[in-house]
């Protein structure tokens, strides 16, 4: 009588499991000549000496250089600027996650539609604009990290709306390299890391943009 029948993915790692078998919890390298030595992580941890100041500029930058949409303003005057931002889409509804500052919604008149766990494709399609924070902001690469906080949301919500406005409270969570990003976030939490809005080009280089997300991505450079 045979026994049950074994998937693709538990024979996978099954030979993962056998291959580790004698490699020490600890992550020091095994004795013995046939094994390599421990990797060297020597690497930098940040690229040149910018201050603060020169970090938020560095980050503006590079997220211009891929085609986001940057604004800055004060805390006092983010709900009107968030407001402008939907009224010159024409946005009728936003998605909000559920930990969202609700003040940074009281300059628009768009109907907020709540991040639920039913939430279908075709539901989050038809949403005109996702209003989000962040949990960290890369200078270096131009790139938004959103860790599914709060006051962030689902990842999906970020996906499906084609106009996400994305708010980054400077200097306090702008960080100059990723591995100081890294630092900051829970690697059991699921992470989107976002550099410019979803684009793709085709062999010829011909640029699509909304193919995998959204279509444009306005950043908020919030100061206090």
Same mark, same amino acid.
């Given at each position: 009588?045979?026994?049950?029948?074994?998937?693709?993915?538990?024979?996978?790692?099954?030979?993962?499991?056998?291959?580790?078998?004698?490699?020490?919890?600890?992550?020091?390298?095994?004795?013995?000549?046939?094994?390599?030595?421990?990797?060297?992580?020597?690497?930098?941890?940040?690229?040149?000496?910018?201050?603060?100041?020169?970090?938020?500029?560095?980050?503006?930058?590079?997220?211009? %250089?891929?085609?986001?949409? !940057?604004? /800055?303003?004060? #805390?006092?005057?983010?709900? &009107?600027?968030?407001?402008? *931002?939907?009224?010159?889409?024409?946005?009728?509804?936003?998605?909000?996650?559920?930990?969202?500052?609700?003040?940074?919604?009281?300059?628009?008149?768009?109907?907020?539609?709540?991040?639920?766990?039913?939430?279908?494709?075709?539901?989050?399609?038809?949403?005109?604009?996702?209003?989000?924070?962040?949990?960290?902001?890369?200078?270096?690469?131009?790139?938004?990290?959103?860790?599914?906080?709060?006051?962030?949301?689902?990842?999906?919500?970020?996906?499906?709306? %084609?106009?996400?406005?994305? !708010?980054? /409270?400077?200097? #306090?969570?702008?960080?100059? &390299?990723?591995?100081?990003? *890294?630092?900051?976030?829970?690697?059991?939490?699921?992470?989107?890391?976002?550099?410019?809005?979803?684009?793709?080009?085709?062999?010829?280089?011909?640029?699509?943009?909304?193919?995998?997300?959204?279509?444009?991505?306005?950043?908020?450079?919030?100061?206090?």
């Amino acid at each position: 009588m045979s026994g049950p029948e074994v998937s693709s993915r538990e024979r996978i790692l099954g030979r993962v499991r056998r291959a580790l078998a004698d490699v020490p919890g600890d992550g020091a390298p095994p004795a013995g000549p046939a094994y390599e030595q421990e990797v060297e992580r020597g690497y930098l941890r940040r690229h040149g000496d910018l201050d603060a100041a020169g970090t938020v500029e560095l980050l503006a930058e590079n997220l211009a %250089d891929y085609r986001a949409l !940057v604004h /800055r303003c004060s #805390e006092a005057e983010l709900p &009107s600027l968030i407001g402008r *931002l939907l009224a010159a889409r024409g946005a009728r509804t936003v998605v909000v996650p559920p930990g969202l500052d609700p003040d940074w919604l009281s300059g628009t008149g768009a109907e907020r539609v709540e991040d639920t766990a039913t939430d279908s494709p075709e539901r989050l399609d038809a949403v005109d604009s996702v209003v989000t924070a962040c949990a960290v902001a890369i200078a270096e690469t131009g790139t938004i990290v959103l860790d599914g906080g709060p006051d962030q949301g689902r990842r999906r919500i970020t996906l499906v709306p %084609d106009h996400h406005v994305c !708010v980054v /409270r400077v200097p #306090e969570q702008v960080v100059s &390299s990723v591995p100081e990003a *890294l630092e900051r976030l829970d690697p059991v939490r699921p992470s989107t890391w976002i550099s410019g809005p979803s684009a793709t080009s085709d062999i010829e280089l011909d640029r699509v943009e909304g193919v995998h997300g959204p279509r444009t991505l306005e950043v908020v450079l919030v100061s206090a």
